[in-house]
């Protein structure tokens, strides 16, 4: 790590900064909009950042498997430009998922995430690593969980409802295999920050997980 990294990270930690992690399909990323319209925060997917990486590679010809030109690729990424909907197909995200366990691309993106997070009035960053790594001080970190069969029921039905074929056992299988690759790689594997408030969406609703989520950040504001 460099010291300019360094003194991002410090920066960050002092920001009121709301840290969402959790597996694929978990319900993350629709908590983390509603918690960053209501306490009008900048809102980040870092998601986003490893799938529009994966995605100029693709793009461009590129190979996947090496690590100097995905990171060159990954400095390049402009965080203003991030569009779900131009990044949602499913080869984006598996080769997310493959470019996100090169340390070279992980501090790269890690990077241009902990100048996001500093932001004011605040920020929701929702990711992986958010609570373990990006930034570790965040005041208010939550672990968003559900189980696997309700997570790839999720993903199918959100397919479902963009009229698109989709097969629940393909989508259960892939949603083990990303669980697996994220849960097991070496650098910033996912899991939930000591500190972390867990939330298991797997018979709540997001109007309940919401609740919560405010009651955790009204508490840190406080
Ligand atoms: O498909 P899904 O929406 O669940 O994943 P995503 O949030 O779009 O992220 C795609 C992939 O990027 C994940 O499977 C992770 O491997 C990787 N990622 C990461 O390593 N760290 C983050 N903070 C966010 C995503």
């Known amino acids: 790590m460099t010291a300019a990294m360094n003194d991002t990270a410090d920066t960050a930690d002092t920001a009121m900064t709301v840290a969402i992690d959790g597996p694929a399909a978990a319900g993350k990323g629709t908590l983390s909009r509603l918690i960053a319209d209501a306490y ?3 809102h980040l997917d870092t ?11 693709l793009d461009r ?9 995905a990171e060159t690729v990954a400095r390049q990424v402009e965080l203003a430009g991030l569009d779900r909907d ?3 197909a499913h080869a984006i995200g598996e080769a997310a998922s493959k470019i996100a366990v ?7 993106l890690v990077e241009a995430q902990r100048a996001f997070a500093v932001r004011k009035p605040g920020t929701v960053l ?15 970190k939550l672990y968003v969980t559900a189980s ?3 997570r790839a029921r999720r993903r199918y039905d959100e397919i479902v409802a963009k009229g698109q074929a989709a097969d629940y056992e393909t989508i259960f299988a892939d949603v083990k295999t990303r669980d697996e690759r994220d849960m097991g790689r070496a650098d910033s594997p ?13 018979e709540m609703s997001i109007e309940a997980a919401f609740q919560a989520a405010r009651a955790f950040i009204d508490a840190a504001l406080k």
């Open 126 to 140: 929702d990711g992986r690593d958010i609570g373990t790594v990006v930034c570790p001080a965040a005041p208010v």
């Open 47 to 57: 998601g986003l950042t490893y799938r529009a990486t994966a995605k100029a590679l």
């Open 40 to 42: 009008g925060f900048h």
């Open 61 to 69: 010809g590129l190979p996947l498997d090496d690590e100097a030109v």
């Open 102 to 108: 090169m340390p070279a691309v992980r501090r790269a």
């Open 148 to 150: 696997p069969q309700v």
């Open 190 to 202: 996912l899991k939930p920050a000591a500190d972390a408030h867990l939330l298991d969406t797997s």
């Open 86 to 88: 131009i990044l949602s």
